[in-house]
């Protein structure tokens, strides 16, 4: 990570202080002096301000449940944004592993782990993603082998890939995907002459949303290391 980066999660300075101290020659890396604060770094590396050793702080994990009509962005915009709900430090250092609509609601995966949130949302891994999507009629025969197979979505060069639907009843379904593409479940119904009404996640890999709408939790060791492979 950034030379800047690191020091902000090691101390309580704001970045305009940490760039400061870095530019004055008083930051060191492995006993050479850094002036530049865009330098990579490691965890490992001997980081040192002042002369005193810098440790980062322990990565965060958090699981919450996204009411309606909050945004999964770190600044409240036209709606509030979901980190209101979390009575947590440094707030502004969590991202969220894979966002949610403003009307979506559900599991959300918040963390300062970047390393960790790339394998929840990036395609390649294929971490399991399960909504559970209200309709506006009658799902059609056809639909269950049309996401299976892959389609095509408006503006995209590729299918989308594998889906699993259940039917749980003629307007509500569950569907696991194992990507993340803008808008992803509502446009894959669109292309096949449906619309989402109501879109709730269930769950993201092996974590289940457990707790009370706008409730959080932190994740278990277990929980965690099912995300790194
Ligand atoms: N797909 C959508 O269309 N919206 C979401 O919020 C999540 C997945």
Redesign the pocket.
């Known amino acids: 990570m950034r030379l800047d980066k690191f020091i902000l999660k090691s101390t309580e300075l704001t970045k305009i202080e940490v760039v400061q101290r870095i530019n004055a020659g008083q930051v060191s890396v492995n006993g050479h002096v850094v002036e530049n604060e865009a330098n990579q770094v490691h965890e490992s590396n001997t980081i040192l301000l002042n002369g005193a050793q810098l440790k980062a702080r322990d990565f965060r994990y958090i699981l919450m449940h996204k009411p309606a009509g909050t945004i999964c962005s770190n600044i409240d915009e036209v709606y509030p944004s979901v980190f209101n709900y979390l009575e947590v430090e440094h707030v502004s250092e969590l991202h969220i592993a894979?966002?949610?609509?403003a009307?979506?609601t559900g599991l959300v995966l918040i963390t300062d782990d970047g390393r960790w949130s790339f394998n929840i949302t990036t395609p390649t891994k294929e971490c399991r993603?399960v909504?559970r999507v209200g309709l506006s009629r009658p799902i059609a025969e056809d639909v269950a082998s049309k996401f299976q197979q892959g389609i095509l979505l408006q503006g995209e060069q590729k299918l989308t890939r594998p889906a699993k639907l259940e039917i749980v009843s003629p307007q509500e379904v569950l569907l696991t995907?194992t990507e993340?593409?803008?808008?992803?479940?509502?446009?894959?119904f669109s292309a096949v002459g449906n619309r989402?009404v109501s879109?709730h996640?269930e769950a993201i890999g092996a974590v289940c949303l457990d707790v009370d709408v706008g409730q959080w939790r932190y994740l278990t060791d277990l929980e965690v290391q099912s995300f790194s492979n």
């Open positions: 894979g966002r949610l609509d009307d979506t993603k909504y995907i993340g593409k803008f808008h992803q479940v509502k446009r894959m989402v879109l996640r």
